[in-house]
């Protein structure tokens, strides 16, 4: 794993934003995988800027989202579509056709998990999979103990990311107890992953994610199993980590053209 470490989320969440842009101007008919939740929206904010100041185009990429609440429909205020319609799509330019959320309403979810794997294959595969990490190690909403060769699905969320979330939601009985998301193993054929995480409640999550063992109990952890995973995070949430001074090390001694800038 490539571990980057900032002093700061706003710091790290615009070393994320570099990454996504450097690839988009790379490849600008790339597929992104995408995520929700609190730690990337400071990165889409700089991607939006990055659109509208420098021309940043996204018209040729297509986007996979990694999950969806099963029960609420698109223009929910808390489902991921919205999220996303507002967090950014609809300040970019991105063709609508081209972006991907899975429907928690389909009729035949489980025939729907099926045709949203298919659809990542005939678009080509992710090139770059942005993620973020639950504080107990999720990544999508593969929960601990789940196959870490998971597919995408329909999982039953834990307690604990009941309770992270219960915030987003006025009541317990408006969230979701069900979700659709890419597997682990869905997560682990993306060409590059991008872990983003910020922030001390992560800091357990992030150890057991780069320095604890492959485990189903973190199912990040199988990132360590993955070709080329770059983690971005802050100081807070690099806290519990036994060998920072290592990442950065190994960060400084980056060939120029392994560099990000
Ligand atoms: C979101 C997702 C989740 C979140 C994780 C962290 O699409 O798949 O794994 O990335 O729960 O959430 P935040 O960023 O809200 O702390």
Same mark, same amino acid.
Not at 175 to 199: K, N, Y
């Given at each position: 794993?490539?571990?980057?470490?900032?002093?700061?989320?706003?710091?790290?969440?615009?070393?994320?934003?570099?990454?996504?842009?450097?690839?988009?101007?790379?490849?600008?008919?790339?597929?992104?995988?995408?995520?929700?939740?609190?730690?990337?929206?400071?990165?889409?904010?700089?991607?939006?800027?990055?659109?509208?100041?420098?021309?940043?185009?996204?018209?040729?990429?297509?986007?996979?989202?990694?999950?969806?609440?099963?029960?609420?429909?698109?223009?929910?205020?808390?489902?991921?579509?919205?999220?996303? *319609?507002?967090?950014?799509?609809?300040?970019?330019?991105?063709?609508?056709?081209?972006?991907?959320?899975?429907?928690?309403? *389909?009729?035949?979810?489980?025939?729907?998990?099926?045709?949203?794997? +298919?659809?990542?294959?005939?678009?080509?595969?992710?090139?770059?999979?942005?993620?973020?990490?639950?504080?107990?190690?999720?990544?999508?909403?593969?929960?601990?103990?789940?196959?870490?060769?998971?597919?995408?699905?329909?999982?039953?969320?834990?307690? +604990?990311?009941?309770?992270?979330?219960?915030?987003?939601?006025?009541?317990?009985?408006?969230?979701?107890?069900?979700?659709?998301?890419?597997?682990?193993?869905?997560?682990?054929?993306?060409?590059?992953?991008?872990?983003?995480?910020?922030?001390?409640? +992560?800091?357990?999550?992030?150890?057991?994610?780069?320095?604890?063992?492959?485990?189903?109990?973190?199912?990040?952890?199988?990132?360590?199993?993955?070709?080329?995973?770059?983690?971005?995070?802050?100081?807070?949430?690099?806290?519990?980590?036994?060998?920072?001074?290592?990442?950065?090390?190994?960060? +400084?001694?980056?060939?120029?053209?392994?560099?990000?800038?």
């Amino acid at each position: 794993m490539e571990v980057l470490i900032r002093e700061t989320s706003e710091q790290a969440s615009l070393l994320g934003a570099q990454i996504v842009a450097q690839l988009l101007r790379r490849k600008p008919h790339c597929v992104l995988g995408l995520a929700t939740g609190r730690t990337p929206l400071r990165l889409y904010d700089e991607l939006i800027r990055l659109h509208r100041k420098e021309g940043l185009d996204l018209s040729g990429v297509v986007t996979f989202n990694l999950d969806e609440y099963v029960g609420l429909p698109a223009d929910h205020s808390q489902s991921y579509h919205y999220y996303m *319609a507002e967090n950014l799509f609809r300040h970019i330019n991105i063709r609508p056709e081209a972006t991907h959320v899975p429907d928690g309403c *389909a009729t035949d979810l489980r025939a729907h998990c099926v045709e949203y794997e +298919k659809a990542i294959v005939n678009a080509g595969g992710i090139d770059l999979q942005l993620l973020g990490i639950g504080s107990n190690g999720h990544i999508g909403f593969n929960e601990p103990s789940g196959s870490l060769r998971s597919r995408t699905w329909i999982k039953i969320l834990s307690e +604990k990311t009941l309770r992270d979330n219960a915030p987003h939601f006025d009541s317990p009985e408006q969230q979701p107890r069900h979700v659709i998301t890419m597997g682990v193993g869905t997560i682990l054929e993306a060409r590059h992953c991008l872990v983003l995480a910020c922030g001390s409640a +992560k800091s357990h999550a992030v150890r057991a994610m780069i320095e604890g063992p492959v485990s189903a109990m973190c199912p990040a952890s199988a990132l360590q199993m993955h070709a080329r995973t770059t983690v971005v995070l802050d100081r807070a949430a690099a806290t519990r980590l036994d060998h920072p001074e290592h990442y950065e090390w190994i960060e +400084k001694h980056k060939l120029d053209w392994q560099q990000y800038a």
